[in-house]
């Protein structure tokens, strides 16, 4: 897509710090990073969310994104990886993966709240049936 950011990267019309690249994905550390090492990997497809990104193309994506893990974990001594899929800036499917140490001082990601009583099962059973529904 002409005006993406991403398949700009991915054609090398706008320079990026490219750490893997294979026939279906690539992967290049974030300009604004939360971390040092903070990553993002993009099927070389443009699919705007993940909800509208075939699943064989998510499925790829995301086994990528595990055998990055390993060597981010190592090459910057991160306790573990965070992945998320935000959906909110890049309108170009993406999964972040930052490297974290157990006491590194980030926040969660998402502010936490507890359900008023009675709540999580009407959640849970609306969820449910829309699941049942094919
Ligand atoms: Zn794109």
């Given at each position: ?19 893997y690249e ?80 157990t006491l ?31």
């Amino acid at each position: 897509m002409e005006s993406c950011i991403f398949c700009k990267i991915i054609a090398r019309q706008i320079p990026a710090e490219i750490i893997y690249e294979d026939e279906t994905v690539l992967a290049f550390l974030d300009i604004h990073p939360t971390k040092p090492g903070h990553t993002l990997i993009i099927p070389k497809a443009h699919h705007k969310m993940m909800i509208d990104t075939p699943e064989n193309i998510v499925a790829d994506v995301f086994v990528k994104a595990k055998r990055l893990m390993t060597p981010l974990k190592q090459s910057l001594s991160a306790d573990y990886v965070a992945l998320s899929v935000v959906g909110v800036d890049v309108p170009h499917f993406h999964v972040h993966l930052i490297p974290r140490g157990t006491l590194d001082g980030l926040a969660d990601f998402w502010l936490r709240k507890k359900y008023p009583e009675g709540e999580m099962q009407k959640v849970g059973k609306k969820i449910r049936e829309k699941i049942g529904k094919k």
